[in-house]
């Protein structure tokens, strides 16, 4: 029976996320680089998405990981793992968006979406994940925060409010028009 | 906790690290507004056409219909489920959060491999961050002379004991009594999961001899149990030619 | 360089090797213990912030990881290892420990400074302490470039 796994044979690959989690709590730095590689691609998505640009996505995703790692011991539920790191990128990103605020850097031009290159992109625009993804893209940015926050990192509204630096009223507004227009990009229900 | 129906809940319940309040399900209810509270026609940066600050469905706004949903749907509204047009906006407000969730993650899966750089620095950072919990006495005879090994290390050991054993996946590893005070008796307490199929007892068995051995060779640990507790099973997805069948 | 470090290479006295000095020359003489398959930093961890700091202004040398601390008469010198899965820790440790000792005995006879005592060569006592923090496989690209 060999000691050193292979690559292939790792068995940590298939583990569950509450495994890792509980083996990475434990001291398992393996066990943390699994988990990494796992949600590290989906927390850069997402955290590009709140920003409004990858400038600083590979930055906040780092800091991300790297309170994970500290804070692994308030983990309750080790199977929530995805979800609780999706909150701390979320608080990450949030820091960032305040230090722009309080230096006024107010005006955010936001590139075009950047996608992954794939070759066959114009035939799969018809499939409704994709256009989900041009939907999000065309959202107004602060539409976009209030609607990420909300229904991917499972804010409440103050918590929003708080985050963004926007009235109550504000953020329920902005997610009632991000959701009619969502609904109607998406021609849900016409 | 509040169960939230229908589609997976985005929210985390755990408490959040960093969070300003507590990670608390959302709650609609607790925000403080009513529903059909005056929709923002008039707030700055209003760009879009005025029937989306005042279209409703049967009455109802949309933000209504998100409350609702958040609610899971109760107490029951018959108003909104006696309408066939709320709940056609149900459905399709369900189906939202979903597959934004799917778009990012298809955008995730569509990325190109990072360079290995980012990941590095991450583990090297954490790899000098490992918490090393309490020292284990090495003895030596002379005084002055001081020899440890740290818990962490030793659960190290435990994991790589139960890694070696094909099928075997250790989860939690604790030790159980004052290992920091030479001779004194330790419980080694495993949690592992467990490919379907293989006899249970025989595996315990083996994981116990491998983790006794291990410690016996890097420590200088009294341990007077094994305890190992089986807490998950998977399936092989592959035929498993180590089935060795027997009852759990 | 600290300014007894730049007085050293200057050559203008006997050696006057520093703390500084000596953890370095100790985590060198660690990496090649049989059995020690890594050295980590075992300064306290505010120290080691300082120490990063340091390491990057000063070029010339990676900073010592072993812990040099002299106080209340006391000579001790901690440091914090990974060990070889295939020996047992337990030896490995002691020779590790039986390498520190002889090494800092032996600036101790080479002259002053450096060694247990104050210049002058009062014996001091002297407490070495080594902690396994990791065990695991050598590796052949494992040691760092010094």
Redesign the interface.
């Known amino acids: 029976m060999t000691l050193e796994a292979e690559i292939d044979d790792d068995p940590l690959l298939d583990a569950t996320d509450g495994t890792l989690a509980v083996r990475a709590r434990d001291g398992d730095v393996h066990a943390f680089e699994v988990l990494a590689r796992r949600h590290g691609p989906l927390m850069r998505v997402f955290a590009g998405r709140l920003l409004g640009s990858d400038l600083e996505t590979d930055d906040v995703v780092q800091e991300a990981f790297l309170t994970a790692w500290r804070r692994l011991g308030d983990l309750e539920e080790p199977a929530h793992l995805r979800a609780w790191l999706m909150r701390i990128v979320s608080n990450r990103s949030i820091d960032r968006l305040r230090v722009r605020r309080d230096h006024d850097d107010v005006d955010e031009r936001e590139p075009a979406a950047p996608r992954s290159q794939a070759p066959d992109r114009v035939v799969e625009a018809r499939l409704q994940v994709d256009a989900m993804w041009t939907a999000l893209d065309k959202l107004p940015l602060e539409q976009r925060r209030c609607w990420l926050l909300r229904e991917t990192a499972g804010y409440s509204y103050a918590e929003i409010s708080e985050a963004l630096g926007l009235p109550l009223s504000t953020v329920r507004g902005q997610l009632a028009r991000a959701r009619y227009f969502l609904m109607t990009e998406m021609e849900a229900w016409r | 906790m509040t169960p939230v129906d229908s589609a997976p809940p985005p929210g985390d319940p755990e408490g959040l690290p960093d969070a300003p309040t507590d990670g608390d399900l959302p709650d609609a209810a607790t925000d403080g507004d009513l529903p059909g509270a005056d929709l923002p026609g008039d707030l700055p940066g209003d760009d879009l056409p005025g029937a989306a600050a005042v279209e409703t469905i049967d009455g109802f706004t949309l933000d209504d219909l998100a409350d609702y949903l958040e609610r899971g749907r109760s107490p029951r509204d018959p108003r909104i489920e006696g309408s066939a047009d709320c709940r056609l906006a149900l459905q399709a407000l369900e189906r939202l959060a979903p597959l934004s969730r799917a778009s990012l993650e298809q955008e995730a899966e569509r990325e190109p491999d990072r360079d290995e750089a980012w990941i590095a620095g991450l583990l090297e950072t954490i790899r000098g961050e490992v918490v090393g919990g309490r020292d284990i006495p090495v003895g030596h005879p002379d005084p002055r002379t001081v020899l440890s090994v740290t818990e962490a290390a030793a659960r190290g050991l435990v994991r790589r004991a139960g890694d070696a054993l094909d099928g075997v996946i250790l989860t939690s590893t604790t030790f159980d009594g004052d290992v920091d005070v030479p001779g004194a008796p330790v419980v080694v307490r495993v949690t592992i999961a467990a490919r379907y199929g293989l006899d249970l007892q025989r595996l315990a068995d083996r994981l116990r001899r491998q983790v006794v051995a291990a410690l016996a060779t890097h420590t200088r640990l009294a341990v007077t149990a094994v305890d190992v507790t089986v807490d998950d099973v998977w399936l092989a997805s592959d035929v498993d030619h180590d089935l060795e069948g027997g009852a759990r | 360089m600290t300014d007894q470090e730049t007085r050293a290479t200057e050559g203008t006295a006997p050696e006057q090797p520093t703390d500084a000095t000596l953890s370095r020359e100790l985590t060198r003489l660690l990496r090649g213990v049989p059995g020690v398959v890594d050295v980590?930093?075992a300064h306290p961890v505010v120290e080691a912030a300082v120490k990063v700091v340091a390491a990057e202004l000063d070029l010339r040398e990676a900073p010592g990881l072993v812990d040099v601390d002299r106080s209340e008469g006391l000579l001790s010198v901690a440091a914090h290892v990974a060990?070889d899965?295939a020996q047992?820790?337990?030896e490995t440790?002691?020779r590790a420990?039986a390498a520190l000792?002889e090494h800092v005995a032996g600036r101790a006879a080479a002259g002053p400074g450096g060694g247990p005592g104050e210049p002058g060569g009062a014996s001091t006592?002297?407490?070495?302490?080594?902690?396994?923090?990791?065990?695991?496989?050598r590796r052949e690209s494992a040691a760092p470039a010094e």
């Open positions: 980590f930093d060990t899965l047992p820790t337990p440790l002691a420990a000792r006592e002297v407490v070495v302490s080594v902690t396994a923090r990791l065990v695991e496989e």
